[in-house]
Structure formats: C-alpha cells, structure tokens
C-alpha cells in the first residue's frame, strides 16, 4: 500500500527567507505526486502536479518540486516566502491501480508559521 | 467559474439524528470523492464515483453511505451520527484523463455532533 512521510509537523520561518518542505512516498510504480495547501477552515488547493517528464515542477504562488525517485522523494521549495503564504501544507501521492481512479492518500502535513 | 460547491459549510446535528451534506460541481469531471478530515489530521477517503460506479474503502464504517445522483451531485449521508464523526467533510472531482487524475477540492463541510 502506499504511504506519504512529511517528517516535519511544524516549520517557522521569516518572511522572505526560503522554504523546504520535506516529502517522502512509498508506491510501487510510478508515482503522481502532489502538492496541497489548506487554510485554517478552508479546504484543498492544488500547488503542483507530477505525473512524468520534467523532475523539477512548477505550481502556482511561486512554489516548485522536484520528484527523485532515487530518494523517494518529492520536496517543495519557494525562494523566498510571503506572509501570506502560512498555512498547512499536504504532499500527497494518487493510486491510478485497479479501480483506485487516483484517489490520494496524504501525508500528516506541515504546519507553516511565517514571522514578520 | 467553475467549481466545486459544498453545502452546508457548517453543519450541526444531535449524536445519532441521519444528516446529509450535499457536494456539486461544474466542472463536469466524471470522478467524486468523499474524505473525511478529523483536527489536525490528513483527510481520508471515504469513498469515490467513477460515473456512476460506486467504491467504498474498506475501512469506511457502514454509518457512512453516499449517492450520486447525476454527474453535478453527490451526497454523503451519515446515518447515525456519532462523537466521533465530528470532521471536516471534503468533496473533491476530478476527470479521466488517461488514468492521470488531478483532484479538485470543494471548501468543505465542518459538522459537529452535540
């Protein structure tokens, strides 16, 4: 069965400083791996996509990600982070076997708390 | 714009009183999901359409039923709502696009059970 790691339950940075977030994924073929951010009370925006070609993905709000399948990996980065940009983050990889239709199972998330 | 509607954003009900929380969505995709978030937690799926065909999770209480109607709607009925069902209710669709699938999210429904 597949899983998502996120190790990082909570990261605190200064607005304009850069971002990693880490993601870690356990599937057995190829994955689709993706990138959510939710508000408090909000639900699921997409960021970025993988599904094959480019390893480095560009998503929306100045996000990337680049899939290693070496590492079994699939880390978010932003150079530099915005205030408004603190909120719960969700890497998440889509099962397509079977009768599965993509349906995602998520990491725990990491909480994003941008200081002033 | 096209989206996906979730109705009510919040809902109250009594510790075992049936309720329904109602998802529909523009964008035509031929695929619904129903997960469930309890607090600080990752949202879990319930279960899913692919059109009209209907796959529960095997881990999905049988509390838990849902119906779709048409390709706009789909329903999440609790029968029994318990303590525990307290959660954030998220809808999401998304379409076949050669078994690559990108899933949209609805705002969600808070339920509380008092």
Redesign the interface.
């Known amino acids: 069965a597949q899983s998502v790691t996120q190790p990082d339950i909570h990261i605190t940075v200064s607005e304009g400083a850069s971002l990693e977030l880490r993601c870690n994924y356990s599937y057995g073929a190829t994955p ?1 791996l ?1 990138w ?1 951010v939710q508000s408090p ?6 960021l970025l ?1 993988y ?1 094959s070609g480019d390893t480095l993905v560009q998503g929306i709000k100045g996000f990337e990600a680049e899939f290693k399948r070496s590492q079994s990996s699939f880390n978010l980065r932003k150079p530099s982070v915005h205030w408004s940009d603190a909120a719960e983050y ?1 890497c998440a990889v ?1 099962d ?1 076997s079977g ?11 990491t909480i994003l708390t941008v200081h002033p | 714009d096209a989206m996906v509607i979730q109705n009510p954003r919040y809902q109250v009900t009594q510790f075992g009183k049936p309720v329904t929380l109602s998802c529909s969505q523009t964008l035509n995709h031929n695929v619904m999901y129903w997960y469930q978030q309890k607090s600080s937690q990752a949202p879990k799926l319930l279960f899913h359409y692919y059109d009209k065909d209907f796959n529960n999770e095997a881990d999905t209480p049988d509390n838990f039923q849902s119906r779709r109607p048409n390709t706009s709607f789909c329903f999440l009925d609790i029968r029994s709502p318990g303590l525990g069902d307290a959660a954030m209710y998220l809808c999401a669709t998304s379409r076949d696009q050669g078994r690559r699938y990108e899933q949209y999210f609805g705002p969600g429904t808070r339920l509380t059970v008092t």
């Open positions: 689709y993706f959510y009370g909000q639900g699921l925006q997409l996509k599904f969700f889509g397509v009768t599965s239709y993509g349906k995602l199972t998520f990491g725990q998330g």
